[in-house]
């Protein structure tokens, strides 16, 4: 039975991970998620079902366009398998419960902007709202992640620390970045929001000088903070408890 569970979840963080391409592509461009049908973004033409099945299409497809040959990112694949892959992790973690479709929804929200922001460098506040709102309904509801008390602080929590960031720097850092730690600490709460941050500095810092040192990117290029973010989110959710049990038990 698990192993069949297993599997549901993989095809359905599959076809959830092809509504999240449908996001990144769209939102930034200002087009309707819901006209005009999926079509190929260079010859226009409408795609069939079969031109839409999560990652056995473009597999199939070689990574090609069926009509005009056009090739298609490596990051529609990408979205598709990390989505679905990160759906069994969180159902095992979880099981059937509330928590497990307030996590599958924090995941699609954060998925969806962290390959917005890598492309376009923007965080959308259409995004940014409803992981905010959501974490506000299941905490309400007491069947969440976190109770509201905890919400409301962790909310606050993400806030002021991005806030700060963002006067300090002079408004370097997009706005965006702070309502996104905003979100995030609504439904994870103030102890895995600053375990996010702290995650998200880290590796952030990691990635950078590693770019720096193979010479992909200068340090006047610009590079977007959400997803280091989200990584951070993603790990903190996941494992956050046991990291902060790990560090009071090597340095408290």
């Given amino acids: 039975m698990d192993k069949i569970l297993y599997l549901i979840f993989f095809i359905v963080g599959a076809i959830f991970g092809s509504f999240i391409n449908v996001l990144v592509y769209r939102i930034p461009r200002g087009i309707s998620i819901i006209h005009p049908p ?49 759906f069994v992790v969180i159902y095992t973690k979880t099981g059937i419960s509330w928590e497990l ?14 390959f917005i922001d890598l492309e376009h460098m923007i965080i ?12 506000l309904i299941f905490s309400i509801s007491g069947k969440g992640m976190v109770g509201i ?43 895995l929001t600053l375990t996010t941050f702290i995650l998200s500095i ?22 977007p903070f959400g997803p280091f973010i989200s990584l951070g989110a993603m790990i903190s959710y996941l494992t956050g408890n046991e990291l902060i049990k790990i560090y009071w038990q090597i340095f408290c």
């Fill in 38 to 86: 999926s079509h190929c973004p260079y010859c226009q033409r409408k795609l069939k079902p079969w031109h839409n099945i999560p990652i056995i299409s473009y597999v199939i497809l070689r990574g090609r366009c069926h009509y005009c040959n056009s090739r298609i990112p490596i990051r529609y694949l990408l979205i598709e398998v990390i989505t679905s892959l990160l």
């Fill in 202 to 223: 880290l590796t952030g810092s990691i990635i950078g000088l590693t770019l720096m040192v193979l010479k992909i990117k200068d340090r006047k290029d610009p590079i």
């Fill in 149 to 191: 008390k905890e919400s409301m602080i962790g909310g606050f929590i993400g806030l002021s620390i991005m806030l700060s960031i963002f006067i300090l720097s002079g408004g370097k850092m997009g706005f965006g970045d702070v309502k996104f730690l905003t979100a995030i600490g609504v439904n994870l709460g103030w102890k």
């Fill in 124 to 135: 959308p506040d259409e995004l940014n709202i409803a992981l905010l709102i959501t974490g």
């Fill in 101 to 114: 479709a307030q996590a599958l929804i924090f995941t699609v929200i954060i998925v969806a902007i962290t």
